[in-house]
């Protein structure tokens, strides 16, 4: 698996940011993560215990992924169940809903039947396709950095191995273009 394909924690968010963020760099929160026996707790409680400390959830779950990572609990792409996901988005012209349906035909041709789920309004609509084997893959719009436009993600969920990856991540880059 490369950094290619995912991430690894490491290359990605600046330790800067996580520093202003959550006031302390990753290191140091590693550090106090084994003083609290993060290796063996979990997840859920690792991420349970930095939100303790007072840390925003939202990044306790990046501080916990990171240190999963640097500890060698979980590869990149390894979510907490052990399943794997990758992920692409791209930037488009428009609003959230008018994006999210364009979108939803585009998909809904692709694999064949309709989402399985859709959650409309708020700040990300989503919709989701699930397959009878549990992958799923899961597109969701937000604003974008500019008025106007707006970041389309797919992620695509339940991969059951790393080697699924490669293949998973070049079929929501292709799926995206065709948006």
Not at 25 to 44: E, F, K, M, N
Request: aromatic residues 6%; positive net charge; glycine residues 10%.
């Amino acid at each position: 698996m490369t950094d290619d394909v995912v991430r690894s924690h490491a290359r990605g968010i600046p330790a800067d940011r996580v520093l202003a963020a959550t006031g302390a760099v990753p290191d140091d929160w590693y550090r106090r993560l084994d003083d609290a026996d993060g290796r063996t707790i979990g997840h859920t409680a690792v991420a349970a215990w930095l939100v303790a400390q007072g840390v925003d959830p939202w990044w306790a779950q990046s501080v916990a992924v990171g240190y999963g990572q640097s500890r060698g609990l979980r590869v990149p792409g390894q979510r907490s169940d052990g399943s794997f996901a990758v992920s692409a988005s791209r930037q488009v012209d428009g609003d959230r809903e008018a994006v999210l349906d364009r979108a939803v035909v585009v998909a809904s041709a692709s694999f064949g039947h309709a989402p399985t789920s859709e959650r409309r309004g708020g700040k990300r609509p989503s919709a989701r396709w699930t397959a009878a084997d549990r992958e799923s893959v899961l597109l969701t719009a937000e604003d974008g950095p500019r008025p106007g436009t707006v970041r389309l993600s797919a992620t695509r969920e339940r991969l059951t191995g790393p080697e699924r990856m490669p293949e998973a991540k070049a079929g929501l880059r292709a799926l995206l273009a065709a948006i």
